[in-house]
């Protein structure tokens, strides 16, 4: 799992007790002592699926979102799939399909109500692994697990939630990878760019300490009718 280290080190003096603010870290070297400011970098803003992504603050999900993407970390069997991905794919796309189908493979879509007996349940990555089924939002946690296992940034993954036109209300996993998004669809047998293209509509996504809604841009001439007619 990777975390950013932002800034330039600053080499202080050897001699004498140094002041360390929060979120810096004392690293001790030949020549000195640097200090290193490791907040995480801000993830990137997910224009997906055709839309703009405009920051949201505190959502009603965060909490959630929080709560699974912190459990499991050290599940054995988690960081085992993510150990086996990296020594089978070097390379991180191919390593992102590899995830994606293995835990196609194992886990079967099931709603809710049938595996927990209530509407809507966020279950961690260990108890969708133990049931070897889960909906959407499940599967994907398990996956979003996986990834980080497997050497991905946590900044470089994000949960979606929209609507799709067979499903309604739909969850959709999205990495990060050479500056592209990818949807980790659970219908679907291979990762796919997330264009417009796609039938996902994105509605409030989140990220790492962050959330963002979607809107969509429309052009000119539709812009100044609106305006227009709220006057």
């Known amino acids: 799992m990777g975390f950013a280290i932002l800034a330039t080190a600053m080499l202080l003096a050897i001699a004498g007790p140094a002041a360390v603010a929060p979120g810096e870290t004392m690293v001790p070297n030949d020549s000195g002592t640097v200090i290193v400011n490791a907040r995480a970098a801000t993830p990137a803003s997910p224009?997906?699926?055709?839309?703009?992504?405009?920051?949201?603050?505190?959502?009603?999900?965060?909490?959630?979102?929080?709560?699974?993407?912190?459990?499991?970390?050290?599940?054995?069997r988690i960081t085992a799939l993510g150990a086996a991905a990296v020594a089978a794919c070097p390379d991180p796309l191919e390593r992102l399909v590899l995830i994606h189908t293995d835990i196609g493979r194992k886990i079967r879509w099931q709603r809710d109500l049938e595996t927990w007996h209530v509407s809507d349940y966020?279950?961690?990555?260990?108890?969708?692994?133990?049931?070897?089924?889960?909906?959407?939002?499940?599967?994907?946690?398990?996956?979003?697990?996986?990834?980080?296992?497997?050497?991905?940034?946590?900044?470089?993954?994000?949960?979606?939630?929209?609507?799709?036109?067979?499903?309604?209300?739909?969850?959709?996993?999205?990495?990060?990878?050479?500056?592209?998004?990818?949807?980790?669809?659970?219908?679907?047998?291979?990762?796919?760019?997330?264009?417009?293209?796609?039938?996902?509509?994105?509605?409030?996504?989140?990220?790492?300490?962050s959330a963002w809604i979607h809107g969509r841009r429309i052009a000119t001439r539709q812009a100044r009718a609106a305006s227009a007619a709220l006057r």
């Open 122 to 209: 966020w279950a961690q990555a260990g108890e969708t692994l133990s049931r070897g089924k889960g909906d959407s939002e499940d599967i994907a946690v398990l996956k979003m697990q996986v990834l980080k296992a497997a050497g991905f940034s946590p900044r470089d993954i994000y949960l979606s939630l929209g609507r799709d036109p067979a499903r309604g209300a739909d969850t959709m996993l999205l990495v990060r990878v050479g500056g592209h998004f990818y949807a980790l669809d659970d219908r679907s047998p291979q990762p796919q760019r997330a264009t417009a293209a796609l039938r996902f509509k994105p509605v409030i996504t989140l990220g790492r300490g």
């Open 47 to 76: 224009d997906i699926f055709g839309t703009v992504a405009l920051g949201a603050g505190v959502t009603a999900y965060g909490a959630r979102w929080r709560r699974v993407s912190a459990a499991d970390e050290q599940d054995p």
